[in-house]
């Protein structure tokens, strides 16, 4: 079946500027999570979803940074007023069931700031 | 709080040569344990996972990784590397409950023919 997909995939964007990064989660999967990976990093927490609970928001770096899901599908990451140091890959995965259960991960959405 | 641990940014073997990429974790309860692999310019792939079953944990393409709870490690190791094995190797660790992955920073391993 088909699997975690994202969009885009690379994103241009001046600083200053609000971009949106989609997410579309596989079928079934009621748990969604981004991520974030900076050049030489390992993967940084930002928020998860799991069904209808309220998203778990710990690892936002700042309030410009937002994230919506509408039910258990789509998901949108927002970033107002871009800065050079949000460029990063954003990773989205998304597992049935949190916890331990498996994540899979999309491609990613690879953000350059200039 | 919980931790991963990668020792070793990068790690340089011979085609046909023993891979060890090593992983040491807190965590103050039994862990859930995972290594994924990403290969340039895309999403991460699932290795294998521990979740207690078993110490010894096969995973995809003759890897595998041994739960040692009293040297809280859980290194990756394969027999004999293949060129294709050349990618990044991230460990990851989660508690039980709704938390997320902790990751470490990840080994880029690299394969010499």
């Known amino acids: 079946g088909a699997g975690v997909s994202q969009s885009p995939s690379n994103k241009v964007t001046e600083k200053g500027k609000d971009v949106e990064l989609r997410c579309d989660p596989i079928?079934?999967?009621?748990?969604l999570y981004w991520y974030r990976q900076r050049l030489g990093q390992g993967l940084e927490f930002l928020i998860y979803?799991?069904?209808?609970?309220?998203?778990?928001k710990s690892g936002l770096p700042s309030d410009r940074f937002s994230a919506e899901r509408t039910g258990e599908s789509v998901s949108t990451l927002t970033i107002q007023r871009t800065q050079q140091e949000d460029s990063a890959v954003y990773l989205c995965?998304?597992?049935f069931g949190g916890g331990s259960n498996t994540q899979y991960f999309g491609p990613g959405t690879r953000l350059t700031v200039l | 709080a919980q931790s991963v641990t990668q020792l070793g940014s990068h790690v340089s073997v011979s085609e046909g040569a023993l891979v060890l990429l090593r992983c040491n974790y807190s965590s103050s309860v039994p862990p859930y344990l995972f290594w994924y692999v990403q290969y340039p310019n895309q999403g991460l792939q699932l290795l294998l996972k521990y979740t207690s079953a078993a110490t010894l944990v096969k995973g995809i393409n003759g890897f595998e990784a041994e739960f040692k709870k009293s040297e809280t490690s859980f290194h990756l190791t394969k027999p004999s590397a293949h060129m294709s094995d050349a990618a990044e190797y991230f460990c990851?660790?989660?508690?039980?409950?709704?938390?997320?992955?902790?990751f470490g920073k990840g080994t880029r391993l690299s394969v010499i023919a």
């Open positions: 079928s079934g999967h009621t748990a």
């Open positions: 995965a998304s597992s």
């Open positions: 990851a660790v989660i508690n039980s409950g709704n938390t997320p992955l902790v």
């Open positions: 979803f799991q069904g209808n609970s309220a998203p778990d």
